[in-house]
Nanobody, 116 residues
Framework: QVQLVESGGGEVQAGDSLRLSCVAS????????MGWFRQAPGNERELVARITSGGGIRNYADFVKGRFTISRDNDQNTVYLQMNSLKPEDTAVYYC?????????WGQGTQVSVST
């Protein structure tokens, strides 16, 4: 059974940093692309960042470029999202996802709340 478990969310103030982690089990992690998505109330889920299986290619949504960094540790079956200079509009539930072609597996999400 595949499981993706996110952690690291919380309540912070604008300008603060958080690092999200997502630990995967039940799949061959090193061959899967990984991604971070977010969904704010009333909004659709949107891609934040993604990273290829070997970590060589990373893509970011325009609204996080220069502030967020995605990385992965294939020995620890973990993908990270370092979030710096957080803004109130970053408030959302953040989900990690895994897939070979398309996003097949999803975590339950972790809440990030940024206040002014």
């Amino acid at each position: 059974q595949v499981q993706l478990v996110e952690s690291g969310g919380g309540e912070v103030q604008a300008g603060d940093s958080l690092r999200l982690s997502c630990v995967a089990s039940g799949l061959t992690f090193r061959i899967h692309g990984m991604g971070w998505f977010r969904q704010a109330p009333g909004n659709e889920r949107e891609l934040v960042a993604r990273i290829t299986s070997g970590g060589g290619i990373r893509n970011y949504a325009d609204f996080v470029k220069g502030r967020f960094t995605i990385s992965r540790d294939n020995d620890q079956n973990t993908v990270y999202l370092q979030m710096n200079s957080l803004k109130p509009e970053d408030t959302a539930v953040y989900y990690c996802a895994a897939g070979l072609s398309g996003w097949k597996y999803w975590g339950q999400g972790t809440q990030v709340s940024v206040s002014t």
